[in-house]
């Protein structure tokens, strides 16, 4: 295309904003769908494993995939920052500012990286597994795994900082190669480390996350040798890696809001697998198994979310607020509608899909907890699109403190308290977790277990979604400084 008369600079030629989307999403759609089939493969191992406490197994794998989820929600603690601080950079066409923003977000990813391995095998993960009420063997498994995934998580958090880069600088197709390249290796080694390679040890349930870490770290060699080479104008030189203070108050300024955010959705989480962790195992299994389906629709409102954030934060590096405003609409439009089409996948093949999970006859009792809730949450999508979008787009203007308000008040005071009515019958709301305790008094609810658990996950995304909406459209966003 030739260069059009016009004030703008090059980059702001006008392609069409639906455009701009889709060349930023398609290949964080692909990265998020691969995340996916490895997510579904390893919950489909554990389902499959020959072991008499295969439903055991499932609801410590639902206690893991919290504990992977916090996992991922720490990193934003350095991926906000980088993506923002990149992307304002490369709009204004500071490339120097660019590439040294990206030498400290590795290292501070390191420093995060590190700093979470200690806690975990400092007693961290074994708390928070009796924080979610598993006990047991169930426990046992659940903490296992999860301190293989903390023991290289540096690598982890080192792979998603350059990839976070990346994407601020407008690549979001390394990464997707790199989740291609994560996938490929991930898949085999579970399945291996799980069930022998050949006559080797065998592994079980931990076998799993060893894939899982492992793979990680061939991730994280292929995105430091790609920038070691030069990619969109980032590359690394060693004598960068020193400290920048300014640079890493800066990601920090806008990451520890984020991160913060990010951490309190991960309370409110634990909390949540904590009310459900007291069904039994069978329920607890039915969430897990549901929620690894919902994230089919989740990873697809982030990969629209993805290119919000980039194009967000470019444009108003770039001193075009309306562009940005513009972008942020638009990946809401079509991450909405995609979103939304899962959620007739999830409604009309529900007990198709959990049936993959449970072929066994004992595990029937899963699915007839499993199939409603899932159904049911076939409704929540197009104000999970708003909540995932529009935090995005916000996280890439640098506006982070305000959305944890939502945060707040979506978990702790729509969800947490609408599931204890819900789920139980006459109850007090009263307990204690890990030595502290609460006695909120008597109240009288329903008795609707797990469906009652989902239905109030459910109001509060509606919530969070509507509040997420008001924010981008009042606009303040853009006056955020970076």
């Not at 590190?114 to 074994?126: K, S």
Request: proline share 4%; charged share 10%; hydrophobic share 55%.
């Amino acid at each position: 295309m030739d260069p059009q008369a016009t004030d703008e600079p090059a980059s702001a030629l006008p392609i069409p904003t639906w455009q701009l989307v889709l060349s930023l999403a398609w290949p964080a759609l692909a990265q998020q769908g691969l995340s996916f089939i490895v997510l579904l493969s390893d919950r489909w191992l554990a389902g499959h494993l020959d072991s008499p406490e295969a439903t055991r197994i499932q609801a410590a794998q639902t206690t893991a995939h919290y504990l992977a989820w916090f996992i991922t929600c720490y990193n934003v603690l350095v991926t906000v920052g980088s993506t923002a601080l990149v992307a304002r950079a490369v709009g204004a066409e500071d490339h120097q500012l660019a590439v040294e923003a990206t030498h400290q977000s590795l290292l501070l990813a390191v420093i995060l990286g590190l700093a979470a391995t200690a806690w975990a095998f400092l007693g961290g993960v074994r708390w928070m597994v009796h924080v979610l009420n598993l006990e047991g063997r169930a426990a046992d498994y659940a903490a296992d795994y999860a301190l293989i995934l903390f023991g290289l998580l540096v690598f982890q958090t080192i792979e998603v900082a350059g990839i976070a880069c990346l994407v601020g600088a407008g690549d979001t197709r390394t990464g997707l190669w790199v989740m291609v390249g994560v996938a490929i290796v991930n898949v085999p080694l579970a399945w291996g480390f799980s069930g022998g390679f050949g006559d080797g040890v065998h592994l079980g349930f931990i076998g799993i996350a060893l894939g899982t870490a492992v793979s990680h770290v061939l991730g994280a060699i292929v995105v430091i040798v790609t920038l070691v080479r030069g990619r969109f104008g980032l590359s690394l030189a060693w004598g960068l890696f020193v400290p920048r203070f300014d640079l890493l108050y800066r990601l920090l300024w806008i990451s520890v809001p984020a991160g913060f955010d990010s951490l309190s959705v991960v309370a409110g989480q634990f909390w949540f697998l904590s009310i459900v962790n007291q069904f039994g195992d069978e329920e607890s299994s039915a969430h897990g198994i549901a929620l690894v389906w919902e994230a089919l629709g989740y990873l697809s409102g982030a990969a629209f979310g993805t290119a919000a954030m980039t194009l967000v934060g470019q444009n108003l590096g770039a001193k075009r607020p309306e562009h940005a405003e513009r972008a942020g609409w638009m990946a809401f439009a079509l991450g909405c509608g995609v979103m939304t089409l899962m959620g007739a996948i999830f409604f009309t093949f529900a007990p198709e899909m959990f049936r993959l999970f449970c072929p066994k006859p004992e595990q029937a009792a899963i699915i007839d907890a499993g199939v409603d809730v899932l159904r049911l949450i076939a409704f929540a999508m197009p104000p999970l699109a708003a909540t995932i979008v529009f935090t995005n787009a916000l996280r890439g203007a640098g506006d982070t403190r305000v959305p944890v308000l939502f945060t707040w008040i979506g978990f702790f005071v729509v969800r947490i308290p609408l599931a204890y009515y819900l789920a139980f019958g006459d109850i007090t709301l009263a307990g204690s977790i890990a030595g502290w305790s609460w006695d909120f008094g008597g109240i009288s609810g329903f008795d609707y277990r797990l469906y009652g658990c989902w239905l109030a996950m459910s109001a509060d995304i509606l919530v969070r979604g509507i509040f997420f909406l008001v924010r981008f459209l009042l606009g303040d966003w853009k006056e955020t400084s970076v």
